[in-house]
């Protein structure tokens, strides 16, 4: 969420929608480490929470997609003529939207998982890291 907040203060175009990704991704995150009753940090739970937190992110751009262009068509039919964001995905294109969720579900659970698991893993093995947290490890 820190990151999020840190794009949006940056000047990122997206503005509160920054927040919005932020807070649903961190939200699918617990709830699956949740889930594991937060004692399980194995690399199966990281990835399955990378790849939900992905589709969570992706869930919320998908939505906003399909509004943007539903207010456009309603405006269309009214007289009006807005310009359109140029990544807009037509709620029709199954195709692409089936292979954006896969790619979001991949890029999370390699990203946000394997990826984390693996500097996480990494940090732990640096004795003063371990001290600061009181973590032990086998």
Known sequence: LVA????????????????????????????????ARFQHWGL????VAGA????????????V???VGLAVDLAATRGVHLV????????????I??????????SGAVLGGLVCKILGDRL???APVRQFLGTQVP
């Open 52 to 63: 939900v937190a992905g589709t969570a992110s992706f869930a919320v751009n998908l939505a």
């Open 4 to 35: 999020f907040v840190l794009g949006g203060a940056l000047g990122s175009p997206l503005g509160a929608l920054m927040l919005v990704l932020g807070w649903v991704q961190g939200l699918a995150l617990e709830m699956v480490f949740a889930w």
């Open 124 to 126: 732990l093995a640096i």
């Open 65 to 67: 997609d399909y509004g």
């Open 97 to 106: 939207i089936l292979a954006s969720l896969c790619i979001a579900i991949i």
């Open 44 to 47: 199966v739970t990281m990835m």
């Open 84 to 95: 359109v964001p140029p990544m807009l995905i037509s709620p029709h294109a199954a195709g």
